[in-house]
């Protein structure tokens, strides 16, 4: 329906997370209403800062770096600059009780195997580039000829397997262009071995990345209370549970009340209900960060059986974060840690004091141990002081921290953390987005769940700024070429200096 204070259209907004923040405050911005629909007690999605007994803690780690002009610049919009800190980037792999530089240096790594094992990598490199996999359609393939099978098992195998949960081989070549592009062992090695060379266009990756002091929930917190001065609504513990439409439009969503905030910020007292109660919104536009299988499971009526079960299809992984409290000197300087060691299930560690002094407290940090998992497993239904114990046993199996030095813990879930990419998923993606453009144009999916796509945190607010755009003024911006698989976004051309692009991460 129009807005019959302003008569403008009615956008409502799923999720209150970056896209979701980012699409109200663009469109408040323009003087249109917008009503945002969370279904979680806190702003921010994976992005937010969790906060237990004063100590605050990321969701997985956002580096605030980009490529992205208007991104940037609504950084610096949302929050004062004395808010941000320049944080330095460093990250290392464990590996068989030894660190390696991240991205690998080749005098760190190639002294870290051993002169024979260095040696060995190096024929099977070159062996890759000489003789390379016919078909490098899978990761796999895609990622031994480029390193050869040595390197591959190293430095890649076990952390990704962790991360997905199946076999490397089982997963397409898409990931290397997202997390892994512009591999260059070989230039690492010349740069080792010939340091005079003049070599101009080695890519490497930033060496430092702003960040909120208070963590990245400050900036999504901060953007919340900018949306409600704009007169925009967020309600707070309502999920989204229809989204109806009629005559090729979406008309509104439905939702049930899942917590105590009721209708939220925003919204009269009068207007609060009882938890399990369903809410009726209308909308003349929809733009949605909610999971995209779930918005078209979500339609009603409901979509055609070969849509839904291309919904169905389409799969995530789950994530669980175990904060651990240490004294500081068990810290480390790094942001992260990856653990490629097969023997333990942790596959990331944070040391949340290396992101920001003011996330712990004087003479402690927290470690963040990160688990992959799958809602439902062993793991997701362990009881947060079993998770706790685990992580203990684990940090200590490492040797990084004794057990008996932590002295507390803390436990975060994370549903639906990270699309997965599986060989049918362009196949899947594409027939929801052909029926929702064809029965509902009036839905903008955006962000990363929103559009099963696996962008960073500036790239899904690019997405939510094109949108908001395409709304406000009629613009006709294509959001799905928004794409990180474009440039790796933590790249830049660098002189000469002994690194590699190459990028372990999953």
Known sequence: MADARRGSPHTVIIGAG?????????????????TVIEGDAMVGGISRTAEREGWRFDIGGHRFFTKVPEVEALWHEILPDEDFLMRPRMSRIFYDGKFYDYPLKARNALGNLGIIEAIRCVLSYVWARIRPPKNEDDYESWLVARFGWRLYRKFFKTYTEKVWGVPVSDMPSDWAAQRVKTLSLSNAIVNALLPRRNQKDITSLIEEFQYPKFGPGLMWETARDKVLAAGGTIVMEEKVTKVHHADGRATGVTTVVTGGYGAGAGAPESSRHDIGAEKFYPADEIISSMAFSSLLLAMDPPVPPGVEKAAGALKYRDFITVALVVPESAGFPDNWIYIHDPSVKVGRIQNFGSWSPYLIKEGRTCLGLELFVNVGDEYWTMPDDELIELGKRELEHLGLV?????????????????????????????????????????????????????????????????????????????????????????????????????????
């Open 402 to 506: 004794q057990a008996a030095g932590v002295e507390r813990g803390f436990v975060v879930r994370m549903p639906k953390a990270y699309p997965y990419y599986d060989k049918h998923y362009k196949a899947n993606v594409d027939v929801l987005r052909g029926w929702l453009l064809a029965n509902a144009p009036n839905v903008h999916p955006v962000g990363r769940n929103g559009m099963f796509k696996y962008n960073n945190q500036d790239h899904s607010m690019l997405t939510a700024i094109l949108t908001a755009q395409n709304i406000a003024t009629g613009s006709t911006h294509d959001v799905w070429e928004v794409n990180v698989e474009e440039d790796y976004h933590e790249q830049k051309a660098v002189p000469a200096s002994g690194r590699t692009a190459s990028a372990p991460a999953a």
């Open 18 to 34: 970056p896209a979701g923040l980012t699409a109200a405050y663009e469109l408040g911005k323009h003087g249109l209403p917008v």
